[in-house]
């Protein structure tokens, strides 16, 4: 049986006796149909299977996990033992911020345990997202203004621009640890003598600065692309009909760039959600800079079990965001190509 | 066929989040006492694998190619990991919680011998198994022992040093009263008096455990209850926090690790510095560096002689999932042989465990710090030995750090230390 595999040319060669599909018009259109579906079905299932392995399984299996008890010490052998089901006790204490206590219950987690930090970890993360995407979005948009124009050496700009965004975050942040050091650069520049890593509003300010650093070239490219869909043209009619260059920028740059600037947004506070590098190695999570994700790794270490539960709490928190900017802030990353044939609704 | 208008966004949002989360998972399920493997392939030979974090100063494949050419139906493969304690730790959970049995002989930092022990990896080095462990100073032992039995042999050992200047400070003080006293000489030189590691990390543990222990306190009882409500763990700890109030801790203190106290130690901004054996070699040989014919070492102070240090290093412990026992307990045996103890310590700077070689004229001629660091040794204490080590020295580091900033008295810091602890054993 011939089939095609997928668009062939439609001049067929001149020469060559009879070509391989020769059937009635109607039949070679069915079979063309029903043949290209299977082959979408077999080139398709590896990339089906391979999400399945790397990310169904291991979300399945962490929630399963986080039904369990974590290992508890035989006091006899000293060795550990299967903790059993938990039900959703693991849910409970990470929310309740409660610790097992001894001789069975649980106490108020107190201060020096993971169990007492959910809270406080989750409201630094939304502080650092809120604020580190605020000003990403500030500064990028500034940037991306910049770029967009014509002049000399732009594309030097550009590539320029996307250097810190390359450096590894890890390496970033040792860097800025020297920096933000007591006996650093900034210190020594603006001639204070700040504990950056030793107090609290200065080390959350140290990993601020460093993730606005970081990552407003990544703003300011996704914001430069949406910037140059705008149509010089829509800019030129404005200008004669006497538009001052604040209403062209509320008027048309802003409504127009909106669908790249939710998306460069969306990607960003997701990414922020998830911070972890910056604070873990300028701080270590002391002075309230702990993120849902430093408590996720530390908990790893105390015990699989509560740790698979707060992955999966942190997951539905991440979850309930990506949603309420695709549903209600129009944060279009599906559609997009979709969308634009249907028009305005 | 058309996805229904509706689910969009929550497709998007989930893989969305999917993709950006997964990353986070753990890995491995529970646990078991591992009996039946602990009886299994004692007597077994063959080729092996030892694994180690990275092999920096080039010490452990020299010593590898020597047992190779001697074994040559046993041979060594070296895994080498990678320089960071944390994955080095975390390679080794992985690979015994899956049972691998390329995991022959694995090196285990001293903190992680009970945890491992706990869970039933490592094979107990007695009967059949028993190693000797004559000539090794009794705290290495103890810090490679969990209730009572010995699960990995003691290859280097590491303790805390004070480094002084000797141009200002003609003999070293002796107690941590001797030295806050001279910390007048620190004012007229108008620098730092003391500091240790301060920052909020594993660091802040061993130096408010040294504290603690020094005082004649300690963190945890014999049977691995916390014992943290009593006069002298408070006196300890209010050592440090008085002297960060006095300013004879530096507030600067507070964010320093090894590698900034050596670096203020070296630029000349510190009379007493505590820290580890590394620092010698660069204090002495950098070129930047202030100190380096006035550089004087002591073991650390204590309440009325040296204090006690908190104890470094590694051992060398077999899974209990290998398939070649007999080889792997000749490899570990090997490792602790007094020439190889000796190559460890003359090319990788590595403190020997075997008490004799600090007194070796070659090697105290190369380490001239040897003699100090034996005392040290001596009169170290392991860091708590508790299969719940990651939840013990978190408690330990939040509530020091919180006490040293001021934020609450030593007291209860201690107690809240002492709640912690408490709940990381209920887990059961």
């Known amino acids: 049986m011939a089939t095609e595999l997928g668009p062939t040319p439609v001049k067929q060669p001149a020469s060559g006796a009879a070509p391989a599909h020769h059937g009635p018009k109607g039949v070679g259109e069915d079979n063309r149909i029903a043949s290209q579906g299977r082959w979408a079905t077999w080139l398709l299932a590896p990339t089906v299977v391979a999400l399945a392995i790397v990310i169904v399984y291991p979300i399945i299996s962490a929630i399963v996990m986080s039904f369990q008890k974590d290992a508890g010490l035989d006091p006899v052998t000293g060795l550990f033992t299967d903790g059993g089901s938990a039900g959703i006790q693991n849910y409970v204490n990470w929310l309740g911020q409660q610790c097992a206590a001894q001789g069975g219950g649980t106490v108020a987690c107190p201060p020096g345990t993971l169990g007492g930090q959910f809270w406080s970890a989750t409201a630094t993360t939304f502080f650092f997202t809120v604020v580190t995407v605020a000003l990403e979005t500030i500064l990028g948009f500034w940037m991306a203004m910049i770029m967009a124009r014509t002049f000399k050496g732009r594309s030097l700009v550009r590539a320029a621009v996307l250097v810190p965004w390359a450096i590894p975050t890890a390496v970033t942040a040792q860097l800025w640890l020297f920096m933000f050091d007591f006996n650093g650069i900034i210190n020594k520049l603006f001639n204070v003598s700040i504990l950056w890593t030793g107090s609290e509003w200065p080390a959350k300010w140290a990993v601020i600065i460093a993730d606005t650093w970081k990552t407003t070239p990544f703003m300011a490219l996704l914001i430069l692309a949406g910037l140059q869909m705008i149509p010089a043209e829509v800019y030129e009619a404005s200008k004669v009909d006497g538009a001052s260059a604040w209403q062209r920028f509320r008027l048309i740059t802003l409504p127009l760039v909106k669908p790249a600037l939710m998306v460069a947004i969306l990607f960003r506070t997701l990414d922020a959600l998830r911070m972890f590098d910056l604070p873990y190695i300028l701080t270590g999570g002391a002075n309230n800079t702990t993120t849902l994700s430093i408590l996720v790794i530390n908990q790893i270490r105390q015990g699989f079990n509560s740790a698979a539960a707060l992955s999966t709490i942190t997951f539905i928190i991440i979850f309930l965001v990506a949603f309420i900017f695709v549903r209600f802030l129009g944060a279009n990353v599906v559609e997009q190509s979709g969308a634009t044939g249907k028009g305005k609704k | ?428």
Request: proline residues 6%.
């Open chain 2, 1 to 428: 066929m058309k996805t229904p208008r509706f689910l969009l966004p929550v497709a998007t949002a989930g893989v969305l989040a999917l993709s950006l989360s997964a990353c986070a998972g753990g890995g491995g399920g529970g646990t078991s006492g591992g009996g039946s493997d602990a009886e299994a392939n004692l007597d077994s030979r063959g080729p092996i694998t030892y694994v180690q974090g990275k092999d920096n100063s080039n010490v452990v494949r020299p010593l590898i190619e020597k047992w190779n050419a001697a074994h040559p139906d046993e041979k060594v493969t070296f895994k080498e990991q990678t320089d960071n304690a944390d994955q080095q730790h975390d390679d080794l959970v992985q690979n015994f919680q899956a049972k691998n049995a390329d995991y022959d002989v694995a090196s285990v930092d001293v903190v992680w011998t009970a945890e491992f022990a706990a869970k039933g990896w490592l094979q107990p080095l007695k009967d059949k198994m028993a190693i000797d462990t004559k000539g090794m100073l009794e705290p290495t032992i103890e810090a490679g022992s969990y209730k009572g039995t010995l699960y990995a042999a003691p290859v280097s050992s590491d303790g805390g040093i004070l480094y002084y200047r000797k141009d200002l400070v003609p003999t070293p003080p002796k107690t941590w009263d001797e030295m806050m006293g001279m910390c007048s000489i620190a004012k007229q030189n108008n620098m730092g008096c003391y500091a240790g590691q301060f920052k909020q990390y594993e660091g802040l543990t061993v130096n408010a455990s040294e504290a603690i222990n020094s005082a004649g306190g300690s963190v945890l009882d014999k049977d691995g209850k916390p014992s943290l409500n009593t006069p002298e763990a408070e006196a300890g700890l209010d050592n440090l926090v008085k002297a960060f109030k006095d300013g004879n801790i530096p507030a600067e203190a507070i964010t320093y690790q090894e590698e900034e106290s050596r670096r203020a130690f070296q630029d000349g901004k510190l009379l007493f510095l505590r820290n580890w054996p590394y620092v010698y070699n660069l204090a002495t040989t950098e070129g930047s560096s202030k100190v380096k014919d006035v550089l004087g070492m002591a073991a650390l102070p204590g309440k009325d002689g040296p204090g006690a240090s908190s104890l470094g290093g590694h051992s060398a412990a077999v899974s209990v999932y290998s398939d070649h026992k007999a080889t792997s307990l000749d490899f570990v045996k090997f490792l602790v042989e007094e020439e190889q103890q000796k190559f460890f310590a003359t090319q990788g700077s590595l403190a020997p465990v075997l008490g004799d070689l600090y007194e070796d004229q070659e090697l105290v001629a190369k380490l001239p710090y040897l003699p100090v660091l034996k005392t040290s040794i001596e009169n170290a204490v392991p860091r708590p030995v508790t299969p719940f080590y990651p939840a013990v020295t978190k408690a330990i580091q939040d509530n020091a750090y919180a006490a040293l900033k001021g934020e609450k008295p030593a007291k209860d810091a201690l107690s809240d230390m002492q709640k912690s602890i408490e709940t990381a054993g209920a887990g059961s």
